[in-house]
């Protein structure tokens, strides 16, 4: 059949209207739809099983654990905040929901969910992350950071003679100067002196709201309760690692042939009935177990909480460790080497610079401080690279989304490197409602339906890393200050992601709905 001149004309103009309609859609409407749009929603209500289902259209559902089957680092389903929730131990529980690009800071991103964060002392806990940005609970406090690289490093500030070991404590970055016998520490803007303490002041450590010292000369421990130092108690001569593990405080011995590991219950300090190897040094907490290096004879020992015993040979000086992607590393001064703990036995990784000692994991990689060269060497997961420093680095800590270093020697200056920034908001008890946002050009974090806390960043997006819920990808500072793995421990529910900054008014009626369906 034939069809007629009128019949063609109007499936013509027909087939014009619906075209124009379809780009109008596209150009106009699509846009302003997928603004604030939900584009990942858990939660869960399961009860069971290995994977947590995403409710949004996008299915970007998650895996507890390391995969499908029912392992030692699941979560343990309960009752949560409303329905069904997940529960944290702390040690190695998490859950992957993947590498979407969905997830990525490109534009902007609302990230919300009912959190009731245990208190483990004062140690870091990461509540979720993907790589260079994560949500931590820290003494009390939500941190949202963002961390990202820079041109180079800089200098942030002169300190005492010799800093050493650096901690984060109460909103601020506190150095040992171990040659001057006193403490520094920086406000975000200047650093200023904090107090004197005992005889070279070297590993440090935030402990029940509180930030203690370990004195290698003195062999005594200082405390800071926020306002002046005064001694804590006295430990063994020549002590330089300590260690926050299983709510008390550890110190290890590093005197000559010495085995002696401290303990603070809180109210005294005694000394270990165990030994361990010839002059422990620095402390690690890896998957619930407390790890020491061993410096004179080349071993590393682990505590379960009950009883030490030998992890394993490695190279010679073991000096520091850092928990880097679910794998305990550690440095080896004397041999320059870094060795890597899989959870059953101890290999040698990798040849580095001369004399590594810190480690740190900073936007996803792995840095390792030498103090006999000028660079420092970074492990991306793959492949090892120089990062130019210009002199001799000692030990890391990461503070307000930006990486810090210490120069041990004739340097009295602390460097930076990085473009991240980080805000705070008080935790409260039980469950809290925390809203966390990026936009360019700011954060912010905005507490039980709170007025946001925000920041403004200099950073343009991230990575295709899995998003991690109950960790994150490694140890926050390094060297004598003992670290943690900083998995979280407590509990999560209704658990979303937006791919824009939700209004406060938003953030508010989710709070509300919360409470009301109590």
Avoid at 142 to 166: K, R, Y
Avoid at 245 to 269: H, Q, S, T
Avoid at 287 to 316: A, H, I, R, T
Wanted: net charge negative; proline share 2%.
């Amino acid at each position: 059949m034939i069809m007629n001149i009128q019949t063609k004309n109007k499936i013509i103009l027909l087939a014009c209207i619906v075209f124009f309609v379809l780009i109008y859609i596209f150009l106009f409407l699509l846009p302003g739809a997928t603004k604030n749009k939900l584009i990942g929603y858990w939660n869960f209500d399961e009860g069971s099983g290995q994977t947590v289902n995403d409710l949004s259209i996008f299915s970007n559902n998650g895996i507890l654990g390391v995969n499908d089957n029912v392992n030692s680092d699941d979560p343990e389903w309960i009752e949560g905040r409303l329905g069904g929730g997940l529960l944290f131990d702390g040690k190695n529980d998490y859950l992957n929901l993947g590498n979407s690009n969905d997830f990525n800071l490109n534009g902007g991103l609302t990230i919300e969910a009912w959190i009731d964060a245990e208190n483990i002392a004062g140690q870091t806990q990461t509540i979720f992350s993907k790589e260079n940005y994560e949500l931590k609970e820290r003494s009390g406090q939500f941190i949202w950071q963002v961390t990202g690289d820079s041109l180079g490093w800089s200098e942030s500030g002169e300190v005492g003679n010799w800093p050493a070991g650096m901690a984060v404590y109460n909103g601020k970055l506190y150095v040992s100067c171990f040659k001057s016998d006193d403490i520094y520490v920086f406000d975000g803007v200047k650093w200023s002196k904090s107090g004197d303490v005992g005889e070279n002041p070297a590993g440090m450590a935030v402990y029940n709201g509180k930030l203690y010292v370990v004195c290698y000369g003195s062999g005594e421990v200082y405390v800071f309760d926020g306002v002046k130092w005064s001694k804590s108690g006295d430990v063994g001569h020549h002590s330089l690692g300590i260690a926050v593990y299983n709510d008390k405080l550890y110190v290890a011995c590093y005197g000559v042939l010495c085995r002696d590991i401290y303990v603070f219950d809180g109210e005294k300090w005694s000394q270990s009935e165990d030994v361990v190897g010839d002059e422990p040094s620095t402390f690690m907490v890896y998957n619930g177990k407390l790890y020491v290096s061993c410096y004179e004879s080349d071993e590393v020992y682990v505590f379960d909480g009950e009883e030490w015993s030998k992890s394993g040979d490695v190279g010679k000086g073991p000096s520091g460790f850092a928990v880097y992607n679910d794998k305990l590393y550690l440095s080896c001064y004397k041999s320059n080497e870094v060795y890597v703990f899989d959870g059953v036995k101890w290999l040698k990784l990798k040849d580095v610079g001369d004399g590594p000692r810190g480690l740190v994991v900073y936007n996803g990689e792995l840095y390792v401080a030498c103090i006999g060269s000028n660079n420092i060497y970074v492990f991306d997961g793959e492949r090892w690279y120089p990062n130019e420093f210009g002199q001799s680095t000692f030990s890391f800590s990461i503070y307000d989304g930006k990486l810090y270093a210490t120069s041990l020697g004739s340097s009295q200056f602390i460097h930076v490197f990085g473009s991240g920034k980080s805000v705070s908001a008080k935790r409260e008890l039980g469950y809290n409602f925390v809203s966390v946002y990026f936009k360019e050009g700011e954060i912010g974090i905005s507490v039980n339906g709170k007025e946001p806390i925000t920041a403004k960043h200099f950073l343009s997006g991230s990575n295709n890393s899995d998003f991690y819920i109950g960790k994150g990808y490694g140890s926050s500072q390094s060297a004598f200050s003992g670290g943690s793995s900083e998995f979280f421990k407590g509990a999560i529910d209704e658990f979303r992601i937006y791919n824009d900054v939700r209004p406060l008014k938003d953030i508010r009626a989710d709070y509300n709905e919360g409470l009301e369906r109590l």
